[in-house]
């Protein structure tokens, strides 16, 4: 217990799902916590993303840790109001130290065409770059940034069969991919700071992104409405431990390891939590 205390972790997509095992992770040892979420749905999102009972949910767990937490409505794309309510926190909590870039969404379709595409990379890019930026004045040295990546970032895609065919998916592959390359180049510029940047790359998570009829559909596009039951067989694909998935707590443990002090010298990694399911896409490599 404690390899925390006495921080403060601002985490955007704080709401449900890997944000808030984030968030109470890190008030279990010891960090108060400015918690961000949009709490509304996309029209290109398939599923329904978290509300505002969502967040209070997420405040109520921390608090009943004992711990103190500003929660406020934001969206990470929008700079301005992620400042305002970045600054808010820091005004009730007196300081920052852990950023935790984790909001995302998985857009499947929308109207016009490419609206998934935009949709995906104003959030999972763009919104984590806000986050980000809008932090930096706020760190001192031994502060650590955390941004969440995915293993869709580090697999070999080949050949695009169909181009256009599924904008928000190839979109939510480049993002994860550039914002990987975003945060290897701010790790060089923040380490004589002694500030750290790394990225956690997830593979399929248990969080309502996964457990979801667009998702499953892409487990099993031969079936018109799979059901979790019809997908889950599938997801072992992304793994090569046989496990369908991973659990937001397993994420939660390594970015309480990089907000530690633990990893005081651990700065510009491509941290993975994937059942190893890199290994099944890359040779051994330095």
């Given at each position: 217990?404690?390899?925390?205390?006495?921080?403060?972790?601002?985490?955007?997509?704080?709401?449900?799902?890997?944000?808030?095992?984030?968030?109470?992770?890190l008030?279990?040892?010891?960090?108060?916590?400015?918690?961000?979420?949009?709490?509304?749905?996309?029209?290109?999102?398939?599923?329904?993303?978290?509300?505002?009972?969502?967040?209070?949910?997420?405040?109520?767990?921390?608090?009943?840790?004992?711990?103190?937490?500003?929660?406020?409505?934001?969206?990470?794309?929008?700079?301005?109001?992620?400042?305002?309510?970045?600054?808010?926190?820091?005004?009730?909590?007196?300081?920052?130290?852990?950023?935790?870039?984790?909001?995302?969404?998985?857009?499947?379709?929308?109207?016009?065409?490419?609206?998934?595409?935009?949709?995906?990379?104003?959030?999972?890019?763009?919104?984590?770059?806000?986050?980000?930026?809008?932090?930096?004045p706020?760190?001192?040295?031994?502060?650590?940034?955390?941004?969440?990546?995915?293993?869709?970032?580090?697999?070999?895609?080949?050949?695009?069969?169909?181009?256009?065919?599924?904008?928000g998916?190839?979109?939510?592959?480049?993002?994860?991919?550039?914002?990987?390359?975003?945060?290897?180049?701010?790790?060089i510029?923040?380490?004589?700071?002694?500030?750290?940047?790394?990225?956690?790359?997830?593979?399929?998570?248990?969080?309502?992104?996964?457990?979801?009829?667009?998702?499953?559909?892409?487990?099993?596009?031969?079936?018109?409405?799979?059901?979790?039951?019809?997908?889950?067989?599938?997801?072992?694909v992304?793994?090569?431990?046989?496990?369908?998935?991973?659990?937001?707590?397993?994420?939660?443990?390594t970015?309480?390891?990089?907000?530690?002090?633990?990893?005081?010298?651990?700065?510009?990694?491509?941290?993975?939590?994937?059942?190893?399911?890199?290994?099944?896409?890359?040779?051994?490599?330095?």
């Amino acid at each position: 217990m404690g390899r925390v205390e006495g921080k403060v972790a601002f985490i955007t997509g704080a709401a449900r799902g890997q944000g808030r095992s984030h968030a109470v992770l890190l008030a279990e040892e010891g960090a108060d916590i400015i918690a961000v979420d949009i709490c509304r749905d996309f029209e290109t999102v398939g599923y329904p993303l978290s509300g505002p009972d969502d967040l209070k949910e997420t405040v109520r767990l921390v608090e009943d840790l004992g711990r103190r937490i500003v929660a406020v409505q934001a969206d990470v794309r929008d700079a301005g109001r992620l400042r305002e309510a970045l600054e808010q926190g820091v005004r009730e909590l007196g300081r920052l130290d852990i950023v935790v870039a984790q909001a995302g969404i998985a857009p499947t379709h929308g109207s016009p065409p490419l609206q998934a595409w935009s949709d995906v990379i104003d959030v999972n890019l763009i919104g984590t770059i806000n986050t980000i930026q809008v932090a930096i004045p706020h760190l001192t040295e031994g502060a650590s940034i955390i941004a969440t990546g995915s293993t869709a970032a580090l697999m070999n895609h080949g050949i695009v069969q169909t181009p256009g065919s599924n904008p928000g998916g190839a979109g939510y592959a480049f993002t994860k991919r550039t914002l990987s390359a975003y945060v290897h180049e701010l790790a060089i510029n923040l380490a004589p700071l002694k500030i750290r940047a790394n990225v956690v790359h997830p593979t399929n998570c248990n969080t309502p992104m996964l457990q979801s009829e667009p998702m499953y559909r892409s487990f099993r596009p031969d079936l018109e409405h799979p059901t979790r039951e019809d997908a889950e067989p599938a997801f072992h694909v992304q793994q090569a431990m046989p496990v369908p998935h991973i659990e937001p707590r397993e994420v939660s443990e390594t970015v309480l390891f990089l907000a530690s002090d633990e990893s005081r010298y651990v700065t510009g990694m491509q941290m993975r939590v994937d059942a190893g399911g890199y290994l099944k896409w890359h040779d051994y490599h330095v």
